[in-house]
T-cell receptor
């Protein structure tokens, strides 16, 4: 039990739509990172937020954006969904240092 | 750019066999190195980590040593159990801790 929750568990969207995924982490975990994990692959780093500011980004286009809130929750927004966006989306929170605690993920299917 | 390459799977071992899963990395600077485990139906869990050269991370009988000279962080366990069946991911973070890279994962099945 990592104390990190994500919602929804599963989601189905159609190409071109927009989606918002949510993550709630433990009190005091000031850093949150989001990852995309395609089937059979390792997680790919999307971006990281620290105290509500983006402070690291992987190789993902601007249609992937995020928000972090003072209550230790965060959002991943994806605009103009493409078929290749179908994946498991993971969030991970960090209290201090570099140990990440992962949530169970949201499975997104784009039709 | 930075990257992690890990041993292709799947790996099938008999109980009590010795396990090695190879992991090599490419990075600028001095990254931190990690092994994560994903049990069936569960999320990723940190297994062990090492933050500088020659450090050895260990947990639950698993070990990995940060080898800067060979840019490797191989995972080992002397005697695997059926309960070790899972997918194992090698990962690195840059020194600032705001960029992360994962390997593709190695599936391990341990049979009685």
């Amino acid at each position: 039990e990592t104390g990190v929750t994500q919602s929804p568990t599963h989601l189905i969207k159609t190409r071109g739509q927009q989606v918002t995924l949510r993550c709630s982490s433990q009190s005091g975990h000031n850093t949150v990172s989001w990852y995309q994990q395609a089937l059979g692959q390792g997680p790919q780093f999307i971006f990281q937020y620290y105290r509500e500011e983006e402070n690291g980004r992987g190789n993902f286009p601007p249609r992937f954006s995020g928000l972090q809130f003072p209550n230790y929750s965060s959002e991943l927004n994806v605009n103009a969904l493409e078929l290749d966006d179908s994946a498991l989306y993971l969030c991970a929170s960090t209290p201090t240092g570099d140990t990440q605690y992962f949530g169970p993920g949201t499975r997104l299917t784009v039709l | 750019g930075d990257s992690v390459t890990q041993m292709e799977g799947p790996v099938t071992l008999s109980e009590e066999a010795f396990l090695t899963i190879n992991c090599t990395y490419t990075a600028t600077g001095y990254p931190s190195l990690f092994w994560y485990v994903q049990y069936p139906g569960e999320g990723l869990q940190l297994l062990l980590k090492a933050t500088k050269a020659d450090d050895k991370g260990s947990n639950k009988g698993f070990e990995a040593t940060y080898r800067k000279e060979t840019t490797s962080f191989h995972l080992e366990k002397g005697s695997v159990q059926v309960s070790d069946s899972a997918v194992y991911f090698c990962a690195l973070s840059d020194r600032a801790g705001n960029q992360f890279y994962f390997g593709t994962g190695t599936s391990l099945t341990v049979i009685p």
